[in-house]
């Protein structure tokens, strides 16, 4: 369980909720994020001897890099065009 604060819209202060990984994830996909597949520390440090601020780095720098960003939008392109949806017209 972990200790969030969560600002409510109309609220000028922030309230401190207690909220299960679950609740995390419910809420960041109610916000519009995708959250089935979530990368934690311990995916780098099941295989390697790092601190948490090392295993975030390595996460970072591993789904962050251009060439995984490019193949990622690659594949959402794949899948909305199986899926039959229509591409949204480019601003110029």
């Known amino acids: 369980m972990f200790l969030v604060s969560i600002g ?11 909220m299960t990984d679950q609740q995390l ?7 519009g994020y995708y959250t089935h597949n979530l990368w934690t ?3 780098v440090q099941q295989d390697f001897e790092a601190t948490k601020d090392e295993a975030q780095e390595v996460l970072n720098e591993a ?3 251009d060439w995984i960003m490019e193949k990622i939008f690659d ?3 794949i899948c909305a065009d199986y899926q039959g949806l229509k591409p949204k017209e480019k601003k110029a």
Request: hydrophobic share 25%.
């Open 8 to 18: 409510f819209r109309g609220a000028n202060t922030l309230k401190k909720e207690s």
């Open 41 to 43: 520390v311990e995916d």
């Open 63 to 65: 789904l962050t890099g």
């Open 75 to 77: 594949c959402i392109n």
């Open 25 to 31: 994830k419910d809420e960041l996909t109610r916000r």
